[in-house]
């Protein structure tokens, strides 16, 4: 009898795969997931930040039974319902903005299609063809909104007519050598200078920590430089919050800690609790433009939106910003002093928890450390550990575990790390084992 990662690969497309080793998964409580073989492994990805409460927390089945027993419908497009009208009503309250502007909210299935939506919203409403994002980002899978990314995953894609792509200021491989990132500010500068008039451009996307390009904190102060550049032309500022928004990084929302103030924000990941479920907030001038514009079918659903209400209610009640803040401040120093001891690790870095470990093949040549990445987190996860690796050079250990991760979890996923390094630097984790498991 084939197991269950064996029928996976007989009937399922890899077209959306993104596998880094066989994992099964049959169940999940909290910060752990179950594999079929009844093993509990300690889930610090957390499907890519989606299951921002664990698995199975009781306020999301409690909200999806009470909101699947007496069904509003199915859909925003031709009715509404209560769930996703004080949803958007929430999110407008816990958004801060600039004032001023009258806002509204838009509700999709996942960052791609709220990402997308912005991206040719923008240009339509405003009428100014160009855009602005980061190499290195990743704004989504669909056409759309890989139209407006810069992930090498994604070199296949057509890009956005006239995108301009910066680079993203890194302060562990600074762009031109300055660590403040004013090097980026000044490439822009010149570009609005020759063949990108400012006037051209509709949007700036940003993601406050570039997560799949590396999960990379920019400089303090970069992107409230940048931003208040672009607003100055009237350029608006997207600010992507899909991954590390809603507490994660120890605020409700990332872009507080830059104190900068973006016209556009999106929610996905996290906000569903694990349910495809995402928003955009932002000007009723571009949310209210057009009618019939971006939809699907299932948009704004009931179901999504109570689990939305939640989550909400879950982060508040039990302060898991702070839970985040405070966990994820102790397992980043435990990293670090996993540093002594594995000079393979090059940097450790991060707010709460999102939180990212680069592997470099020395830390004086900072050459990137891929194929050890790749073999880290396959030992991690024979030894019970879940965790991915991010970057454009695909070396960089990437933690985005439930928020309400403990400090004992914690601990015990730097115990498990540790061992998987030991591991790796002593050859204990052959070559072949990585095939079929190209990740990204
Ligand atoms: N924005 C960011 C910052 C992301 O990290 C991702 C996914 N990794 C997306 C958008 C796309 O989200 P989804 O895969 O849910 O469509």
Redesign the pocket.
Known sequence: MPNLYERDSRVISRLQKLRFFPLAVTGGEGAYLIDEKGRRLLDLSAS???ASLGHSHPALVDALKQAAENQAGASILSSTSEPTVSLAERLLEITPSSGGDERRVWFGH??????ETIARSVVAATGRPRLISFSG??????AG?MAVSGHSVQEHAEKASGLVLLPYPDPFRPYAGDASGGAIIDLLQQKFDEGCPPEEVAALFI?PIQ??GGMIVPPQGFMKRLCELCQSHGILVVC?????GLARTGKLHCFEHDGFMPDLV?L??GLGGGLPL?AVIGPARIMEFATSFSMQTLHGNPICTAVGHAVLDTIEKDNLAENANRVGEHLQQSLRSLMQKHSIIGDVRGRGLAIGVELVSSRENREPAATAAAKLVYRSFELGLVAYYVGMNSNIIEMTPPLTLTTDEADQAVLILGQALDDVAGGKVPDNILDGFEGW
């Not at 996942?110 to 990402?115: E, I, K, P, Y």
């Not at 980002?137 to 669909?142: D, E, N």
Request: net charge negative; no cysteine; hydrophobic share 20%.
């Open positions: 890519w930040g989606a996942s960052g791609s299609d709220a990402n980002a990743y704004h989504g899978g669909t909104s993601e997560s799949d992507d919050e899909v991954k590390v999106t996905g990941k995402s």
